[in-house]
């Protein structure tokens, strides 16, 4: 691995960020790397589909999974690429914590999802203008149109309304003005983006016979919180294989042995859509 080139590098990332709300690198991974991110994801989906709170569903055909860093083989790949740090760092500080590792998976017949945001603003983005959180998605799957591409409302982490159902949930009213800022994106295997959760997108439908996994890393400033919605956690001697720069970015339990993640992030909006 080379070092991180220093924040000043990533100052068209930065600035993506603040005005589409997303950006990303084309041929990050090798196509391998990502075949191989595909089976990991396969494998820890069967696990979690056969039991309880193991896959919840956001909608239609589609559901979430969380699992812990050492179930995907090519984690530390990830978390340590160069961009990754250097986006994250340049976003969100030097102290930046590595909060999530799941994946989403729409599968044919899954339908559009509601128009939403993934959590409600922080104080901190309302008063401050500073994004507390970044999600970086990585696809095992090379997408096209027929595969329900990710739709995003660009420049639309800023808006702050009282008509936000639960704070992340915009009227049906006001669809038409994020259809008219939506760009779909098709990503191919060994891209990566990056985006605020904040900026209000949806998964479209599936019309192909093919399912579209995407994987989630999820990144915090320090003190934003949502490290309280995920059960992130790694055995002792998975945390020693880590190099420092990165064990310092995971602030997780470190145990003697793992416990099967149960499933928090609900997001009844988009199951009830």
């Not at 739709?151 to 008509?163: K, V, Y």
Request: aromatic residues 8%; proline residues 7%.
């Amino acid at each position: 691995m080379t070092s991180t080139p220093s924040v000043p590098d990533f100052a068209a990332e930065v600035e993506a960020l603040r005005t589409d709300g997303i950006t990303g690198l084309r041929g990050a991974f090798s196509r391998e790397w990502v075949a191989q991110l595909g089976e990991d994801v396969e494998a820890a989906f069967a696990e979690a589909r056969g039991r309880e709170g193991g896959a919840v569903g956001r909608g239609p055909q589609r559901w979430y999974v969380e699992v812990h860093p050492e179930q995907i083989r090519g984690f530390l790949d990830l978390v340590d690429h160069d961009w990754v740090r250097g986006v994250s760092e340049a976003v969100l500080g030097p102290d930046y914590e590595i909060v999530e590792i799941g994946f989403d998976i729409p599968f044919p017949g899954a339908r559009d999802q509601p128009w939403h945001r993934d959590f409600p603003m922080p104080e901190e983005t309302r008063v401050e203008r500073r994004l507390t959180s970044l999600a970086f998605n990585v696809t095992t799957v090379d997408t096209v149109d027929e595969m329900g591409p990710f739709e995003i409302a660009q420049g639309t982490q800023w808006d702050d309304s009282p008509t936000f159902d639960h704070g992340m949930f915009p009227p049906k009213e006001e669809y038409g003005r994020y259809e008219g800022l939506a760009q779909r994106k098709y990503p191919q295997m060994g891209d990566i983006s990056v985006r605020s959760a904040l900026t209000i997108h949806r998964g479209t439908t599936n019309r192909s016979q093919l399912s579209r996994p995407v994987v989630v890393l999820g990144v915090d400033a320090p003190g934003a919180g949502n490290a309280e919605h995920h059960d992130l956690a790694m055995t002792h001697g998975y945390a020693q294989r880590l190099p420092e720069r990165v064990r310092a970015h995971l602030r997780c339990p470190v145990v003697d042995e793992l416990t099967p993640i149960t499933q928090k992030h609900t997001i009844e909006g988009l199951v009830m859509g």
